[in-house]
């Protein structure tokens, strides 16, 4: 094993002192001369047809620089999948019809924020309104308003599906048959949000060459300049998306945003800078939200608790446009494989078009909606059968190699550890039916254990699919490391750097990083299907040794030694045998500019995953590999519940991981920490509520996301499957989405614990758990 | 909306005086971004629930999205630019950075003066008194977990420094 520098250590993040003075730049802060407000002008309909929009008063008002309607655009459809069995299906601005409330129509770029308002106010619009629907699965039967008509390829007489996902191994029904028990559940998550910090925002800038300079609050430049370009009709290579700083994502920042493309065509019109920022109330409002899904869940076991079948149904209420719907409806198969074996299986998943804001992915996206279904079902089914919860986990956990059925192979999958791991730490199986013990006592305070069971992928195929990386070695061999990534809070920066650092030997500081620029820095997949540091990190360890091979044998010409004679220490090139014979660093970089008459000393590197697989794998029928990582998890929650006012409080949660292995171990359990506390406030608190496609609870007042009040005591135990050398790529896997979903499913399951209460739909809000201590109290009765 | 008249206003920020013609609406929150050019304090919310846009007022913790530019007057505002000494970090922001207690950073500087704050006046707080000073200053990224430990070990080495 190497002795490692800095791979493996918890080296502060390197942005730390710009975010912690205040100096990091986002969007918001970014300010050009002549910069105006631009502001959107949105439905108040579910579901119209616009009959007319004048803007000619707008036009007319002192201080407005330029107003855009569908008119001015090119009306080219996107969509966050645009492939043939799924084209894009939205208008970047409405064309003749909206279908959510929020859809932007017009946008006004003015002089100041109080004159974009009256343009606003001065524009009118002529509707006719049409029939809504909010209910997915209202929305799915034949007599329902249409809002898209079914996709072609969906048989069943359904109204409004936006796409399905259709998979199916072995003999379902066979091995139901065969089964000693069989349970059927069906299970409702709520709508949420991303809820991040940072409020979208963007300036786009036209300038006078015809570039479009963009910049805007994202989690991959390349995916936001290729959708803009193309929506807008112009090349690649015209439109420039620069880096700022992002205030957290959490998946809610992919897709192309209409209120982007807004900007960018008010500044094309008028030719000065527009800003475009959202208020919280307009995220609420108008933005994207996470993916609900209802999960149909049948399950066969045999007598000892092993899987024999399953069989899902989902449904996912996509929105008005198809948004991620027919990703999260696949995703949710691979969710539902991949931890333990599954023997025969079939599923089918619908993605709905409804009126409400269109959906897309937050962090899991359909992970701990699937998990939570699953683990919930997996503990009732323990319970039937007189299995302890995790001998029912070890039992079907998938073991390391093993084959999933997609082609892919889970490899050195770590679970049974984690479970065996996460049991021990947290004493579980003592601890487990304390409150079925303390239900007979008088006291109002519950106490419960629970565990969920997660695995993930990490790096697949998906535009723009790979990732490359410059390193260049500067004159005095100070390092700058080119990069497309997207540094939205996760360290991607701090880790690149790390890498880079090692392969070549120089302290952390000496490397400068520029990145997530589309013109001056490369491609990358960005912050998003959990690959940065895989994918990107892979292509900054080959970036990094290709420029320390040109060193090496410039070096070794130079020192008149073999190549493989040499090493590297503190920046200096030395013989092995006789350390006293060495260079410098910056005299290698002086030699090799001089052997190759002026060249400079520059690596490059380029990494994708499954380099021979063609593209993703299909939507539709779940077929083609999807990645070399699986990650998994074992996580446990323990929780009081008051039974008197039904509040539910998570006092801690144990987390034991297989993510490879933890580059940077702050890091990793910064983002553990942060996926429990998104899971609790997914599982306990938060839900956005819609009054006819309207959100109704638009502010942080109405929708409870965690605070320190509410912070969990987290542990972490480390299952390392992986390790990194110098010698060739590394295999670590996802660690910055997958553990909400063990989270979400612990929580889940030590209320049951706790209450004997066993919720189906999410949140698990104090009405409902007293609703379900008062249904239990009346079977009691009884 | 028509704009009222503007008022000459002097604000004492980070020590240093600042005359501004400004319309007696505007939030000190507009005011340090806009007019001052301070974007170090952000706007979370605009309702006053997320604590984003904290800075320090005498040295207590108000939110600038609710409070008028001009009820600053006579007062010692202090924002996010204020506390470090040139290159030199306050030792809470060095804390924030060694212990990891910032991912994207947007609700750092806010988070950072309620911190300030809390250790100004109690040098040795238990863990559930940060946790109450900071209740009202929201972090998606972190869990909390890590701006508490930072916190801790701020008021350690506030302490070694003195």
């Known amino acids: 094993m190497d002795n490692l520098l800095y791979v493996g250590k918890s080296i502060p993040r390197k942005d730390g002192p710009a975010k912690a003075t205040g100096r990091a730049e986002y969007t918001v802060d970014i300010s050009l001369p002549g910069t105006l407000t631009g502001k959107v002008l949105r439905s108040p309909y579910p579901h119209a047809r616009i009959l007319s929009i004048d803007t000619s008063k707008a036009q007319r008002l002192y201080g407005v620089k330029a107003v855009v309607t569908a008119a001015d655009s090119l009306k080219i459809k996107h969509g966050f999948v645009e492939t043939p069995r799924y084209p894009a299906d939205q208008y970047p601005i409405a064309v003749d019809r909206v279908r959510h409330v929020g859809e932007e129509i017009v946008g006004v770029a003015a002089v100041d924020e109080y004159t974009a308002d009256e343009a606003l106010s001065l524009i009118e619009i002529e509707y006719e309104e049409l029939p809504a629907v909010f209910d997915v699965e209202e929305a799915m039967k034949p007599g329902a308003p249409e809002i898209h008509p079914s996709h072609e390829m969906v048989n069943e007489p359904y109204r409004n599906i936006g796409g399905k996902t259709e998979t199916s191994w072995g003999d379902v029904e066979e091995a139901f048959a065969q089964a000693s028990l069989v349970r059927e559940d069906k299970f409702y998550c709520q709508m949420r949000t991303h809820a991040y910090m940072e409020p979208q925002a963007t300036v786009a800038y036209f300038d006078y060459s015809g570039k479009l300079n963009v910049w805007t609050s994202s989690m991959g430049v390349f995916l936001k300049r290729a959708k803009l370009a193309r929506t807008l009709g112009l090349p690649f290579g015209s439109v420039r998306v620069l880096k700022t700083y992002v205030g957290g994502a959490f998946g809610g920042k992919i897709d192309l945003f209409n209120h982007e493309y807004i900007a960018a065509l008010l500044s094309m019109k008028c030719h000065q800078p527009v800003k475009i920022v959202y208020s919280r109330e307009e995220v609420f409002k108008g933005s994207r939200h996470a993916q609900p899904l209802i999960v149909e869940l049948k399950t066969g076991v045999a007598k000892d608790g092993t899987i024999m079948a399953q069989k899902i149904r989902t449904i996912n209420d996509s929105g008005a446009y198809r948004g991620s719907g027919v990703v999260v409806i696949f995703l949710a198969w691979g969710f539902a494989m991949a931890p333990y074996r599954v023997p025969n299986m079939q599923y089918e998943g619908y993605s709905v078009y409804t009126n409400n804001l269109v959906h897309c992915p937050q962090r899991g996206h359909g992970a701990p909606k699937m998990r939570l279904a699953a683990e919930s079902q997996l503990d009732m089914i323990a319970e039937e059968l007189g299995i302890d919860p995790v001998e029912i986990r070890l039992k079907n956990a998938r073991r390391p190699g093993e084959p999933l059925p997609n082609g892919d192979s889970v490899k050195n999958f770590g679970l049974i550890e984690c479970i065996n791991e996460v049991a021990k730490k947290t004493d579980f199986r003592n601890k487990y039916g304390a409150g079925k013990r303390e239900r007979e006592k008088d006291s109002k305070i519950k106490h419960g254990i629970g565990m969920g069971v997660t695995s993930y992928f990490g790096g697949s195929l998906v535009y723009p699919n790979s990732s490359s990386v410059i390193v260049k070695l500067n004159d005095d061999a100070s390092v700058s490391l080119i990069t497309g990534a997207v540094d939205l809070g996760q360290g991607a920066e701090t880790v690149l750097s790390q890498i880079v650092a090692e392969e070549l030997g120089v302290p952390i500081e000496d490397v400068q990083v520029n990145a997530a620029d589309t013109e001056t820095t490369t491609v990358d997949i960005g912050s998003w299907i959990s690959g940065l540091t895989w994918v990107t990190g892979n292509a900054a360890k080959k970036a990094a040794a290709h420029a320390m091979k040109k060193l090496l044998d410039c070096a070794a010409e130079k020192l008149n030694e073999d190549v493989n004679d040499l090493a590297v220490r503190n920046k200096e090139i030395f013989v092995k045998h006789s350390p006293d014979k060495k260079i410098t660093y910056a005299q290698a970089v002086a030699a090799s500019i001089a052997k190759n008459k002026g060249d400079s000393v520059i690596g490059e590197g380029h990494f994708r995953t499954m380099k021979e697989e063609p593209t993703h794998p299909s939507l539709a029928t779940a077929k083609g590999r999807w990645t070399e990582n699986y990650s998994c998890y074992a996580q446990v929650a323990e929780v009081e519940v008051d039974t008197e006012t039904g509040v539910v409080k998570v006092l801690k949660a144990t987390t034991a991981h297989d993510c490879g292995f933890p580059f940077n171990p702050m890091l990793v359990e910064g983002q553990i920490d942060g996926q429990v506390s998104m899971g609790q406030g997914q599982i306990l608190s938060e839900e956005l509520r819609i009054e006819k496609g309207c959100i109704i609870n638009p502010s942080f007042l109405e929708y409870k996301i965690p605070c320190a009040l509410d912070m969990v005591d987290t542990a972490y135990i480390d299952v390392i499957t992986e390790k990194y050398s110098r010698d060739h790529h590394f295999n670590i896997k996802e660690v910055g989405e997958g553990y909400v979903s063990g989270t979400v499913a612990a929580v889940a399951n030590a209320v049951y614990d706790a209450t004997g209460v066993r919720l189906k739909q999410t949140p698990f809000s104090p009405d409902r758990v007293l609703d379900g201590l008062e249904q239990i109290q009346k079977k009691i009765g009884k | ?162």
């Open chain 2, 1 to 162: 909306m028509k704009k009222s008249q503007k008022q000459l206003i002097s604000l004492k920020i980070n020590g240093q005086e600042y005359e501004l013609a400004i319309h007696p609406n505007r939030t000190l929150l507009e005011v340090l971004r806009e007019d001052l050019t301070l974007t170090g304090t952000k706007e979370g919310c605009d309702d006053g629930v997320c604590g984003t846009c904290t800075v320090l007022l005498n040295g207590a913790p108000i939110r600038s999205c609710l409070y008028l530019a001009i009820e600053a007057q006579g007062k010692e505002v202090t924002t996010i630019e204020g506390l470090a000494e040139g290159e030199r970090l306050h030792p809470i922001q060095q804390a924030f950075i060694e212990h990891g207690a910032i991912q994207c950073g947007y609700c750092s500087p806010g988070m950072i003066l309620t911190a300030k704050a809390l250790l100004d006046k109690n040098p040795t707080p238990t863990e559930q008194d940060i946790k109450l000073a900071i209740a009202g200053n929201f972090c998606r990224c972190t869990g909390y977990n890590k701006i508490v430990t930072a916190i801790k070990a701020g008021c350690q080495s506030a302490e070694g420094g003195q």
